[in-house]
């Protein structure tokens, strides 16, 4: 459908510059988070080096047959680096946004763990103090009521500051859990696919970056090449149509000029 189209050459330089800008955008800004202390000169540097890799692929296109082999293989190498290059920035643009999504997320978990480790061990210690307040009473005749009962006594504060303490450890944990769903909804689908998949988040969201800067500025370049390739299929059909135009024209003018001699002859 769209082949046929007159502006189809437009369409593909439109999807070149769609892309390619925002891989360029992506790149630079991830390159300037790496050297953030040049980040400018960064972002002046790697934009021109964007710039001149689609240049670089358009004029080796353009000019494959017509430049030496050293210029021609220097050319292919350093356009090639470029993508690389142009990906590690992508990737590294996604994985400082995926960070700065979890920071939240990460640092409630990690407390999370905590007081859920620190409400197992009150709990397994008031078990323990118990058993041994038992084991203490026991030990006591059973006419030593007054002695059972000082025993009991003195156990009894640290048992109820251990069912203070769990209580609030419930409470914070509980907090917790909520902030965590919260702050969990701009991961969410990357947890429900480590959960598919029975790996973490971290595995997901790093095979999500590898996908998208494989096809990322790959295909970007793949799309100015064939921008080229539209404009030089124009170029070449634009003779053969002006050579068409120019018969019709002739033929038009044949026509008119035949038909002015018959009705001169009329007339005469």
């Known amino acids: ?6 502006s189809f050459n437009k369409l593909v330089g439109f999807s070149a ?3 390619a ?15 953030a202390g040049a980040q400018f ?9 964007e710039f001149g890799k689609l240049v670089a692929a358009s004029f080796l296109y353009r000019y494959w047959d017509k430049i030496n082999v050293a210029h021609r293989t220097y050319m292919t190498i350093a356009t090639v680096t470029l993508v690389l290059i142009t990906s590690a920035g992508i990737f590294g643009f996604l994985s400082n946004a995926y960070q700065g999504a979890t920071v939240g997320f990460e640092k409630e978990s990690t407390a999370l763990i905590y007081k859920q480790d620190r409400l197992d061990q009150l709990e397994e210690d008031k078990v323990y103090l118990k058993e ?4 203490a009473v026991k030990e006591l005749p059973e006419n030593y009521r007054t002695a059972r009962r000082k025993l009991r006594e003195e156990y009894q504060p640290q048992i109820s500051k251990m069912n203070n303490d769990i209580i609030v450890l419930k409470g914070e944990i509980g907090d917790l859990k909520i902030a965590l769903v919260e702050t969990g909804v701009e991961v969410g689908p990357a947890i429900y696919l480590a959960r598919i998949f029975e790996t973490d988040v971290d ?14 500025d ?3 370049v793949l799309f100015v090449i064939s921008y080229n390739v539209t404009l030089l299929d124009e170029e070449e059909e634009e003779p053969t149509k002006k050579k068409e135009k120019n018969k019709k024209e002739n033929l038009g003018g044949s026509y008119r000029r035949e038909i002015a001699k018959k009705y001169n002859a009329t007339l005469d």
């Open 132 to 135: 041994e307040l038992d084991a």
């Open 218 to 220: 790959p295909m970007a």
């Open 203 to 216: 595995s997901v969201v790093k095979f999500f970056i590898f996908v998208l800067i494989f096809v990322f």
């Open 21 to 35: 800008g925002s891989a360029a955008f992506f790149s630079v800004f991830g390159l300037s988070k790496l050297f």
């Open 1 to 6: 459908m769209f082949e046929q189209s007159k």
């Open 41 to 49: 000169a960064v972002i002046i540097m790697a934009g021109s080096l």
């Open 17 to 19: 510059l769609s892309i």
